[in-house]
T-cell receptor, first 116, second 113 residues
């Protein structure tokens, strides 16, 4: 069964350091999403890509966060510098076309970030 | 903008007894509603969805949910809980105005043997 791959699964870093997360969506899925899930809360959308283009990054803290999907396949989310409040699970999801309309997003297992 | 409220942060049931997870939504337009499940150390998985067809929606693993517009609710039920149902459950709403998914805070289900 095809899955969304994410790495690393766990990352511990000190504040002010740079961190990066990688996501490989299900083959053929044009839409890719990065969500942040703070402990005890539901996921919140950080950025949405349609192929290589950013469709929505309104909730991405652009002073420290960046995301790219250069060839419209895999994607990287970067944080520089990391702050204590960035400790969370970072979830990647993908969908065929506009999955938002049907709610059929396929999620990876997430990357858990701890900032010390 | 749309939003959801999951009325219980934690639900504990005995194996073999019914499960009820409550969700109320707010939406200015005709909403689409979903339930996702997240098992420990796993990604979220779609359980079921309502998109303006039948108001009683059946999903995977014996779960079902009923859309009640008059009550703005979309509660999730299962007649008989199994140990494997222990997980985090998220109610999600989207509408044609926003096209974004808004997640509830989640309900943790514990199943006692």
């Amino acid at each position: 069964e095809a899955e969304v791959a994410q790495s690393p699964r766990y990352k511990i870093t000190e504040k002010s350091q740079a961190v990066a997360f990688w996501c490989d969506p299900i083959s053929g899925h044009a839409t890719l999403y990065w969500y942040r899930q703070i402990l005890g809360q539901g996921p919140e959308l950080l950025v949405q890509f349609q192929d290589e283009s950013v469709v929505d990054d309104s909730q991405l803290p652009k002073d420290r966060f960046s995301a790219e999907r250069l060839k419209g396949v895999d994607s990287t989310l970067k944080i520089q510098p990391a702050e204590l409040g960035d400790s969370a699970m970072y979830l990647c999801a993908s969908s065929l076309g506009q999955g938002i309309l049907t709610g059929e997003l396929f999620f990876g297992e997430g990357s858990r970030l701890t900032v010390l | 903008a749309q939003s959801v409220t999951q009325l219980d942060s934690h639900v504990s049931v005995s194996e073999g007894t019914p499960v009820l997870l409550r969700c109320n939504y707010s939406s200015s337009y005709s909403p689409s509603l979903f339930w996702y499940v997240q098992h420990p150390n796993k990604g979220l998985q779609l359980l079921l969805k309502y998109t303006s067809a039948a108001t009683l929606v059946k999903g995977i693993n014996g779960f079902e949910a009923e859309f009640k517009k008059s009550e703005t609710s979309f509660h999730l039920t299962k007649p008989s809980a199994h140990m494997s149902d222990a997980a985090e459950y998220f109610c999600v709403v989207s509408d044609l105005n926003d096209y974004k998914l808004s997640f509830g805070a989640g309900t943790t289900v514990t199943v006692r043997a």
